[in-house]
């Protein structure tokens, strides 16, 4: 499967009983957030907390790349 393959099959995916995890660190409320759900088999999907249908799918490797892009407290991906 290509890459456009994979990210049109997790978009297409049918997320209605997806478990989705927040940060802990998003507040009281925990509207003013990040949610990400693994689709096993194709990789990551993000989501805002209030605008739950516009969603972006990242594959295993973008979605690692962007986690210990964070990590390592890279310019442009943290405040």
Known sequence: ????????ALL?????????TK???SGSTGQDCLE???VAGLGWVLRHSILTSHMIPLT???YL???NGV?????????
């Open 36 to 38: 990400v759900t693994r």
């Open 23 to 25: 940060s802990s660190f």
């Open 1 to 8: 499967m290509t890459k456009e393959e994979t990210l049109k």
């Open 65 to 67: 790349a962007h986690c």
């Open 71 to 79: 990590k390592a407290n890279e310019p442009g991906l943290v405040p």
């Open 60 to 62: 295993d490797a973008e």
């Open 12 to 20: 297409a995916t049918d997320l209605t009983g997806a478990e989705w």
